[in-house]
């Protein structure tokens, strides 16, 4: 009995082991392959006599990352020419490229680049697109972040502000810029999103009219609310249609379940939000709880598209990066500037794995370890003994 025991023993410890070594790996290609969607394909295949400089010696560690991020992508460029320079024998083009870190790329088509400062996929394809587009002036779309509203900050120090987001947006090819509100602030026409980032004080007549007239000019507006300050803004929550409850979520909420709509498609991780508040509106529902509240919503107006979220912690420095919010922020601004082509590109460039519960599951696991396990065990330690006693 007890040799059996042991080699049992033995045998799980050894399929624990394989298991440790090999299948990370399986999955990890398998991951990259799917998440090269068709409409990628097609971003892809139209990139011609595409070259990449990639700042890192040929077998340094940086090198190695670099080229286990190109690999899916290899097959799908007709015409791609890498090459590996080092920093320390091109000090003018690290200077020209602002490089910071081995491992940076510069891509080019033909006479356009951009610079790539990350692993991401998502950055990647949206500086294919980029330089696609300013060839015909097409992405000359720029984001207003408004300042001075009282609400969240944009210096780097401030782990409750938005710097980090901001960062991420620029390094992603974004055109952003933070700018002083007033109630006269005259735009440029190349304004195409204004992003209210749960400001504190309260939008009176003319800050309303004001903001009512950048949307009949066709600039989309994304308000980022929160239970405490959206009570101090009845101006905008009635522009938005926005009818705050009494309840709100306390500590993080975790959302794995999305509703139809064209920024959920094929999104399948899951967001960490903080501190987030219900609301009743009659715009399209974007997120929702397990209560079937409304936690997200859009509207389109004309050439204007609205959105109103009722969190803005979880783009904060300290919840960026947390789930997939990093994630959903680019698909919900490449709506917001009407750039339904961009929705579905991979985005997969995540620095960490993380593992988020909603409360459900929290409770159903729970149970499961502190209840049904233990009991489980004790029934067949109670048979065990019934049997030897007999």
Known sequence: MIRKAVFLGLVWLVLVVLAARFVPNWYIKNSYDELITPQAQVVLQQQKNLRIE???????????????????LKPHLPE??????????????VQTYGITQQGEMVIHRQDANFHLNTLSYEAFFNGLKQISQDRTGANEQWLVFLDNTGGKSFNTGDITGLSAWLNVLKQSNYRTVVLPFQSHLQ????????????????????EIQWLQQQINQGISVMWLADPATAIEQPGLSLLFDVMRTDAYHQGHL?????????????????LDLVEVMPYITSDEVLWQNEQHETLASTRELGSSRLMVVGDSDFLSNAHLRSGGNLEMSFRMVDWLLHRDDRIDLPNIGVLGAQIHFQSSEILLFATLTLIVIPLLFLLIGGWRWYRNKQ
Do not use: C, M
């Not at 990639?54 to 670099?66: H, I, M």
């Not at 791609?80 to 083009?93: A, G, Q």
């Not at 735009?187 to 003319?206: C, D, H, R």
């Open 54 to 72: 990639v700042f890192a010696t040929p077998d340094s560690v940086a090198a190695g990352l670099v080229n286990n991020f190109l690999e899916p």
């Open 80 to 93: 791609v020419t890498i090459e590996y320079l080092d920093i320390l024998s091109n000090p003018e083009l």
């Open 187 to 206: 735009l440029p026409n190349n304004v195409k999103l204004i992003i209210l980032a749960s400001p504190q004080t309260t939008w009176g007549e003319p």
């Open 254 to 270: 975790v959302i794995k379940a999305y509703n139809q709509h064209a920024i959920n498609h094929s999104f399948d991780r899951p």
